[in-house]
Structures are given as structure tokens and as C-alpha cells.
């Protein structure tokens, strides 16, 4: 049974693509010791898709930020220091099988919402793209 009290975590990640393996084996066992197992294959998928933009992407630093908030509701996300708006997801049809540019569309085809939004603190700037699932 998953927490009733709300929790988040921050993991600082260089731009380095082993990050994303870091990334997600934290999550898994963030997830594994709050009881919410039952969403780790779904929530890796999204965190490999939202940290490999942001270290594919940008050159500088990224941050994978994981927020649980009752009564059920986890949200995944990935802050970089380049203030450009996400590539939107594009739909593919059943025959194309491009290496790249599927990310986004995963993540909206496999969460429950997702978004992003411009970040602006203490003279950085960047974005914070995430995406939402329903623990229900």
C-alpha cells in the first residue's frame, strides 16, 4: 500500500548518458520502497524517455524530479538548461520505424498527462518537462 503522505525526490545528474541507467535504477527503488511496484515499468519507460532528452539534448546538467501526492498520483519529471520548448510528439504510423524523435510520443501515449513548462530562477534558466500517473 503506497503512502498517504506526499514525498519527492531530486536526483542531480551530470550530461553524461550513463546517467540515464542511474536514473532509472533510482526510480525502481524509489518506487519499490514507497509500495508503488506495480508502476516501475511504466514510470522507467517515461523517466528513460524524459533523461535521455534532457542529456541528449543540452549541454549542460539535468535533474530527474519524481513527486508522489495522495491519493495517487506520481509525477515524473526532467529539468535542463535549455529553455526550449520540447520537439511536440508526433504520431507514427504502423510502418515507420525511425532510431529517433519517438520519445514524446511515448510519454504521451504511455502517462495518464504530461506537460512542460520554462523555468527561470536565480539567473538560470531551462525547462521542466514531466508526466503524470494515476496510481489507481
Do not use: Q
Not at 509500495?35 to 539535468?62: F, Q, W
Request: hydrophobic share 40%; charged share 25%.
Amino acid at each position: 500500500m503506497p503512502e498517504n503522505d506526499p514525498w519527492e525526490y531530486s536526483l542531480y545528474i551530470p550530461n553524461d548518458l550513463r546517467a540515464v541507467t542511474v536514473s532509472r535504477r533510482t526510480l525502481r527503488l524509489i518506487l519499490t520502497m514507497h509500495g508503488l511496484i506495480r508502476l516501475v515499468d511504466v514510470a522507467e519507460l517515461l523517466a528513460t524517455e524524459l533523461v535521455s532528452n534532457a542529456v541528449r539534448h543540452t549541454k549542460g546538467p539535468a535533474a530527474l524530479r519524481v513527486r508522489w501526492s495522495p491519493p495517487g498520483t506520481l509525477r515524473i519529471g526532467a529539468w535542463d538548461a535549455d529553455p526550449e520548448p520540447p520537439e511536440p510528439p508526433v504520431v507514427f504510423g504502423p510502418t515507420e520505424e525511425l532510431e529517433e524523435g519517438r520519445g514524446l510520443e511515448l510519454v504521451r501515449a504511455c502517462a495518464d498527462g504530461w506537460g512542460w513548462h520554462p523555468l527561470a530562477r536565480h539567473g538560470n534558466r531551462g525547462k521542466y518537462v514531466w508526466c503524470e500517473l494515476a496510481a489507481g
